[in-house]
């Protein structure tokens, strides 16, 4: 198959917010061209990315993951709903037993969980439900295989399980047809590495075009019932916040999604249409999702004034350094607009250098006359969704070229 990479760059301009936190509780941040930046970390967004695909029905259940240590529990819920004879326990047993040799994992009761409970007959010890030692990656498909293949053995499991072609049945089972978020964002599984999936994309720390200084704001709050004799606050405190237009990033290598996601998730389509429908997923997603730090106390929901999406055939590109020298402010303006007139210069002078004209599409999606000079960057779409649309039908007629 043809190398295939798309990018996906943004401007984004936040108000005050806390999108995401360091350990210490204040927005996290950067040096970048000898200045400090905002930054929202890589993980916030491909969290957030993530949730957007499930929560806004851009794809099916079936076609997604679950990231979770309580991946026996997980497990032994879909015994019991394929054999309503098999009892809670014995469930867990199972899920616990298949697991293990289907990825190479222990899973085992964490001491520090074990816990007492009352049963009707007095108090008695109840054992909490095993887990993996770390977040293990799962298809809603590998799931469902992997419970069939328990119910099976249900009767010896454990002999079953050693039989050399059951093995490597569930091994098979727990590493093909995975999901498009585990096809997009890898999985690790430290104790088998033959386990692991290469990530497709590549999300980068979103940072600020321009220096940012974080603020603190000093909060009260006042308790209801407090009398006009009691004066003062119920609550004091602080919270740490800033504000920014943000450079935004994000690579998919298509041809390593496609070998990721295998033959597709249904029978009946043909081999580029659930790469297709990955593609527009998270181009979808990654645009308008958002980090949800502290979004109570600052009502932060914005989407980006600028989306450039690139199809090309020789290695992804980040337009990064078109901001290392940080922008200035204009006088009684704001970033965008620089922010915008300096990507405008700076995309083609990085394709007239490293670019291959012939076979890259470009496309920008623009709000706002701040963004004009982004308007001959590429294919104008008018909305997000037209956007999503012709970047999956170039992405699928690129599939259907040959090599």
Avoid: C
Avoid at 2 to 20: C, E, K, Y
Avoid at 132 to 160: H, N, P, W
Avoid at 224 to 247: K, P
């Amino acid at each position: 198959m043809n190398r295939i990479f798309l990018d996906v760059h943004a401007l984004q301009t936040v108000p005050p917010s806390n999108l995401n936190r360091d350990d210490t509780g204040a927005p996290k941040s950067a040096v970048y061209g000898g200045v400090p930046r905002a930054r929202v970390s890589s993980q916030a967004w491909k969290r957030v990315t993530r949730e957007y695909f499930g929560k806004e029905k851009l794809l099916d259940p079936s076609e997604l993951g679950v990231r979770t240590k309580k991946v026996a529990e997980l497990l032994a819920a879909r015994i019991t709903d394929l054999d309503t004879s098999v009892g809670k326990a014995e469930a867990l047993r199972l899920a616990a037993e298949v697991i293990e040799t289907a990825t190479g994992s222990r899973i085992e009761v964490p001491e520090r969980k074990t816990r007492k409970a009352k049963a009707d007959a007095g108090e008695t010890e109840e054992e909490a439900a095993p887990q993996s030692k770390y977040l293990m990656f799962l298809s809603a498909r590998q799931l469902d295989g992997l419970a069939a293949l328990a119910v099976e053995g249900a009767a010896d499991i454990t002999a079953y399980l050693k039989d050399k072609d059951v093995k490597a049945r569930a091994k098979q089972i727990a590493d093909t047809r995975h999901s498009v978020d585990i096809a997009l964002f890898g999985r690790m599984v430290a104790d088998s590495t033959d386990f692991n999936v290469d990530a497709a994309a590549q999300v980068a720390h979103a940072i600020s075009v321009h220096r940012v200084d974080n603020e603190s704001d000093y909060y009260t709050a006042v308790d209801d019932e407090n009398t006009d004799a009691e004066s003062g606050a119920g609550m004091i405190g602080t919270v740490d916040f800033n504000s920014a237009t943000l450079y935004r990033y994000a690579a998919v290598s298509v041809h390593q999604l496609a070998a990721n996601l295998g033959e597709g998730l249904r029978e009946d389509e043909a081999v580029n249409t659930p790469v297709r429908r990955a593609v527009e997923a998270f181009v979808h997603a990654f645009v308008a999702s958002l980090p949800k730090g502290k979004i109570n106390t600052f009502g932060h929901h914005t989407l980006p004034e600028v989306v450039v999406v690139k199809l090309r055939t020789t290695r992804p590109i980040s337009f990064v350094a078109a901001f290392e020298e940080p922008v200035s402010a204009e006088s009684g303006g704001g970033h965008l607009r620089a922010a915008s007139a300096r990507l405008a210069e700076y995309i083609p002078e990085v394709e007239r250098a490293y670019g291959d004209e012939q076979s890259t599409l470009t496309w920008v999606l623009r709000v706002g006359a701040a963004t004009d000079k982004l308007a001959g960057v590429g294919q104008e779409a008018l909305s997000l969704s037209a956007l999503v649309k012709t970047v999956g039908q170039a992405v699928a007629e690129r599939m259907d070229k040959p090599a």
